[in-house]
C-alpha cells in the first residue's frame, strides 16, 4: 500500500509479524525502566497517574453490563457505508443513546468527495459530558463500514462495531460516576469518526475523512490544546489481541493500562481470561508491557498526532486475520474478551479523570 506516511495498515499482511516487529524494534537507544521493563525513555511530557484504590476497582468493576454491551455491537452490526440509509440509522443510535444519558452530542457535518460514490455528506459525532471543559480526555473509535464492491456484505464487527459498542457501553455502566465531570474543568469527550475507510484504494485523500475534517478544524479554532489525549479504539472483538506502546509520550498511560490489566487479573474479576490459542503471546495480557515505535499504522489517529495531540492508539498488532474480510462479522466476536478490554479501558478513563490527568509539561 501506498500512502503519505509510509507504512499503512497493510503493514502486517505484507511484512509478517515477526519482521515488523524486528524491523521497528532496532532503533531506539535511550530506555528507562517501569515496571521492572525496558522502555524507551519519554522526552516530551510527563503525567503524573494516580492509582485507582483496590476497593474501587472493586467496585467500578462489578459495574460491568454485559448484555447491555451486547445489545449496543447489535445496534452498530449493520452494513453503515457513508451515504446509505444504514449509516443514517447507526449515526441516531449513537446519537440518542448518549443524548439518552445526559450527553451533550453534536454533529460536524461536511461534504467531501470520495471515489466511486462520489458528493458524500460526513458527520464526526462529538459527545462530551462538559462542553465548557478547559480539558478533555478524548476516547475515539469510526462508526462507518468500508464500502465493499459487488454484493459482498461487511458489517466490520471488529472494524470497529465493538469498539463504538464499547464507547456506548462506557457512558452507561458508568453514567452515575461521571456525573461530576458535567461541571468539571477535566472532562471526557466521545468521538465517532466518520468515513475512516477507504472507498477504493488507501491514501492522503481516500481514507480517515472524518479526523482529516475534524483535526483541521480546531486546529483553526485553537481547540486542539484541550485535547489531553487523543485514545483511539480500533479493531477490537476478536480473541487474543495484543497491544503495545506506540507513542512514548503517552507511554506513561500505556503502563496504567498494563498495570490495571494486571491488577483486575490478579483479584480474578476477568471473564474467561486465557489465550485461545489463535494468537501465540504472553498467554495472559492483552496490554504487552512492549514499545513498538515507527510502526505508523493510518489510523484516524494521524492528523491529530501530525498537530502534536497525545495519542494513545489501542490497536492489536498483528490485526486480526479477518480484517476487511467478510468474516469480519458477529462470529469472530469474542464477548470475553470483549468484556475484559471493556473493563479495562473504563477504569482507566476512571482512572485519569479522578487522578486529574495530572500533565506537568
Ligand atoms: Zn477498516
Given amino acids: 500500500m501506498r500512502g503519505l506516511y509510509g507504512w499503512g495498515k497493510n503493514i502486517v499482511r505484507n511484512y509478517g509479524w515477526t519482521n515488523v516487529i524486528k524491523k521497528l524494534m532496532n532503533k531506539e537507544t535511550k530506555y528507562v525502566y517501569n515496571l521492572g521493563v525496558k522502555f524507551e525513555r519519554s522526552d516530551v511530557t510527563i503525567y503524573n497517574p494516580s492509582q485507582l484504590s483496590d476497593s474501587h476497582l472493586l467496585e467500578y468493576s462489578n459495574l460491568s453490563d454485559g448484555l447491555h454491551l451486547k445489545e449496543a455491537i447489535k445496534n452498530i452490526l449493520i452494513p453503515r457505508v457513508v451515504?446509505?440509509?444504514?449509516?443514517?440509522?447507526?449515526?441516531?443510535?449513537?446519537?440518542?443513546?448518549?443524548?439518552?444519558?445526559?450527553?451533550?452530542?453534536?454533529?460536524?457535518?461536511?461534504?467531501?468527495?470520495?471515489?466511486?460514490?462520489?458528493?458524500?455528506?460526513?458527520?464526526?459525532?462529538?459527545?462530551?459530558?462538559?462542553?465548557q471543559a478547559e480539558r478533555f480526555l478524548v476516547l475515539a473509535c469510526h462508526y462507518d463500514s468500508k464500502y465493499m464492491p459487488g454484493d459482498k456484505e461487511f458489517v466490520g464487527a471488529t472494524d470497529s462495531a465493538v469498539p463504538c459498542a464499547m464507547l456506548l457501553n462506557l457512558a452507561k455502566v458508568l453514567q452515575e460516576k461521571l456525573k461530576p465531570f458535567q461541571n468539571s474543568k477535566l472532562s471526557l469527550m466521545l468521538l465517532f469518526f466518520d468515513g475512516e475507510e477507504a472507498f477504493h484504494q488507501w491514501g492522503p485523500t481516500d481514507s480517515i475523512y472524518g479526523a482529516r475534517h475534524l483535526a483541521k478544524r480546531w486546529h483553526k479554532e485553537g481547540k486542539l490544546d484541550r485535547i489531553d489525549m487523543l485514545v483511539l479504539l480500533d479493531l477490537l472483538g476478536a480473541p487474543d489481541p495484543a497491544f503495545f506502546s506506540f507513542f512514548s509520550n503517552t507511554e506513561q498511560w500505556y503502563m496504567r493500562l498494563v498495570d490495571l490489566e494486571t491488577r483486575v487479573s490478579k483479584q480474578h474479576?476477568?471473564?474467561?481470561?486465557?489465550?485461545?490459542?489463535?494468537?501465540?503471546?504472553?498467554?495472559?495480557?492483552?496490554?504487552?508491557?512492549?514499545?513498538?515505535?515507527?510502526?505508523?499504522?493510518?489510523?484516524?489517529?494521524?492528523?491529530?498526532?501530525?498537530?502534536?495531540?497525545?495519542?494513545?492508539?489501542?490497536?492489536?498488532?498483528?490485526?486480526?486475520?479477518?480484517?476487511?474480510?467478510?468474516?469480519?462479522?458477529?462470529?469472530?466476536?469474542?464477548?470475553?474478551?470483549?468484556?475484559?478490554?471493556?473493563?479495562?479501558?473504563?477504569?482507566?478513563?476512571?482512572?485519569?479523570?479522578?487522578g486529574g490527568g495530572t500533565k506537568e509539561a
Fill in 83 to 131: 451515504g446509505t440509509p444504514n449509516h443514517g440509522i447507526v449515526r441516531q443510535y449513537i446519537v440518542q443513546s448518549l443524548r439518552d444519558l445526559d450527553w451533550h452530542v453534536e454533529l460536524d457535518n461536511f461534504h467531501d468527495t470520495a471515489p466511486i460514490l462520489g458528493n458524500l455528506h460526513f458527520s464526526n459525532i462529538i459527545a462530551t459530558l462538559n462542553p
Fill in 269 to 354: 474479576l476477568f471473564e474467561r481470561y486465557v489465550n485461545s490459542g489463535v494468537v501465540q503471546h504472553d498467554p495472559s495480557r492483552y496490554f504487552q508491557p512492549q514499545a513498538l515505535r515507527n510502526s505508523q499504522v493510518e489510523d484516524d489517529h494521524i492528523p491529530f498526532l501530525r498537530r502534536n495531540v497525545p495519542v494513545l492508539h489501542l490497536i492489536p498488532m498483528p490485526f486480526p486475520s479477518v480484517w476487511h474480510t467478510t468474516d469480519d462479522n458477529e462470529n469472530v466476536i469474542d464477548y470475553a474478551t470483549t468484556n475484559n478490554l471493556a473493563l479495562v479501558i473504563r477504569l482507566f478513563t476512571l482512572e485519569y479523570l479522578l
